[in-house]
């Protein structure tokens, strides 16, 4: 196979990633939109009947190009395959320093993982994101979508609701409130990792790049204040958990559960099976986990990420600076 720039419209993207099951929303052209303004450049590569593919975002940290692919590679590569798109990569960054990381978030195949090896790459030894996910299925077909819930996180969804907490899809959500929101919750529980989620300027443009690929929801009291947000991309019949974010005055009245049941629910209606809450953290998030995990999450494990570089021996350094200073 030959990895070739992709040359088609970002419409046209879109449809190859849908068709190619992506595992997450950073393979979609409204991600890298969006990252563009953040001083990201992004590329395209895909073979020449589209049946492989890979969106990359690319920044120069000082001398080192470096090239950030989450969510890839899409479709079935071999090793040979694999090989080569490193190969690719060095020549469109050129530089003296190339630094190439990806973000495989296809179910956990050991296949793929030794294709991976085989072809030079080596696992992160510093991850940007986890390798562990849960993930729902909404089918209602089986039930309703309440019947995955655990005991306990029901008793939640009930005490919310009994205390006037309500929760519906927000069709126009305003930038400048679920900023406020975030940034409440950073000074809650400290940063997370993602600083813009805080701006009002730039969650605009998150959701002016999405458009109505995201699905939100706002929970609100008996008055009408809001308690928390809870949003999803969604992609083809996939969900994935994308922004939340809960009051202290929410977190006292189960806000996040009615949030999330509203959302949950919304994304059944419209036909989406399948529900990725995004990435866990059994140990150092647990109460986050539990929280998944109770709402009918399924334990998931991704391959993970992968990482190469030229020279090889600045690959641990760089992979270092690059956890610290990146995020998805």
């Given at each position: 196979?030959?990895?070739?720039?992709?040359?088609?419209?970002?419409?046209?993207?879109?449809?190859?990633?849908?068709?190619?099951g992506?595992?997450?929303?950073?393979?979609?052209?409204?991600?890298?939109?969006?990252?563009?303004?953040?001083?990201?450049?992004?590329?395209r590569?895909?073979?020449?009947?589209?049946?492989?593919?890979?969106?990359?975002?690319?920044?120069s940290?000082?001398a080192?190009?470096?090239?950030?692919?989450?969510?890839?590679?899409?479709?079935?590569?071999?090793?040979?395959?694999?090989?080569?798109?490193?190969?690719?990569?060095?020549r469109?960054?050129?530089?003296?320093?190339?630094?190439?990381?990806?973000?495989?978030?296809?179910?956990?195949?050991?296949?793929?993982?030794?294709?991976?090896?085989?072809?030079?790459?080596?696992?992160?030894?510093?991850?940007?994101?986890?390798?562990?996910?849960?993930?729902?299925?909404?089918d209602?077909?089986?039930?309703?979508?309440h019947?995955?819930?655990?005991?306990?996180?029901s008793?939640?969804?009930?005490?919310?609701m009994?205390?006037g907490?309500?929760?519906?899809?927000?069709?126009?959500?305003?930038?400048d409130?679920?900023?406020?929101?975030h940034?409440?919750?950073?000074?809650?529980?400290?940063?997370?990792?993602?600083?813009?989620?805080?701006?009002?300027?730039?969650?605009?443009?998150?959701?002016?790049?999405?458009?109505?690929?995201?699905?939100?929801?706002k929970?609100?009291?008996a008055?009408?204040?809001?308690?928390?947000?809870?949003?999803?991309?969604v992609?083809?019949?996939?969900?994935?958990?994308?922004?939340?974010?809960?009051?202290?005055?929410?977190?006292?009245?189960?806000?996040?559960?009615?949030?999330?049941?509203?959302?949950?629910?919304?994304?059944?209606?419209?036909?989406?099976?399948?529900?990725?809450?995004?990435?866990?953290?059994?140990?150092?998030?647990?109460?986050?986990?539990?929280?998944?995990?109770?709402?009918?999450?399924?334990?998931?494990?991704?391959?993970?990420?992968?990482?190469?570089?030229?020279?090889?021996?600045?690959?641990s350094l760089v992979?270092?600076?690059?956890?610290?200073?990146?995020?998805?």
């Open positions: 196979m030959t990895w070739q720039l992709f040359d088609g419209s970002p419409q046209q993207w879109d449809e190859i990633v849908v068709r190619l992506a595992t997450t929303p950073f393979q979609l052209s409204s991600w890298s939109q969006f990252r563009e303004s953040f001083g990201w450049r992004s590329f590569l895909s073979d020449g009947g589209n049946n492989q593919a890979i969106q990359m975002l690319v920044k940290i000082g080192v190009r470096v090239a950030w692919a989450p969510g890839s590679p899409l479709g079935e590569v071999s090793a040979a395959d694999l090989a080569e798109l490193a190969l690719n990569v060095r469109i960054l050129g530089g003296a320093v190339v630094y190439i990381r990806l973000g495989d978030h296809r179910p956990k195949d050991p296949g793929r993982l030794e294709r991976l090896r085989e072809a030079g790459w080596s696992a992160c030894s510093s991850s940007i994101g986890g390798a562990e996910t849960l993930i729902r299925t909404l209602q077909e089986t039930g309703s979508i019947d995955l819930y655990s005991s306990n996180w008793r939640n969804l009930r005490r919310g009994q205390r907490v309500t929760a519906n899809v927000w069709d126009a959500p305003e930038p409130q679920v900023a406020l929101l940034r409440e919750v950073e000074e809650l529980k400290g940063s997370f990792g993602a600083e813009w989620r805080g701006d009002s300027a730039a969650v605009k443009r998150l959701l002016d790049s999405f458009g109505n690929k995201i699905v939100m929801v929970a609100e009291d008055e009408g204040a809001m308690l928390a947000i809870r949003a999803a991309v992609i083809g019949t996939n969900g994935f958990d994308f922004l939340a974010a809960t009051s202290s005055a929410g977190r006292k009245n189960y806000a996040s559960n009615v949030a999330l049941d509203a959302l949950l629910s919304a994304l059944a209606a419209r036909g989406v099976s399948r529900y990725d809450f995004g990435g866990v953290d059994r140990v150092l998030n647990k109460g986050v986990f539990d929280f998944k995990h109770g709402a009918g999450g399924i334990d998931h494990t991704y391959n993970g990420e992968f990482e190469t570089a030229v020279p090889r021996l600045v690959k992979s270092k600076l690059v956890s610290f200073r990146l995020s998805a």
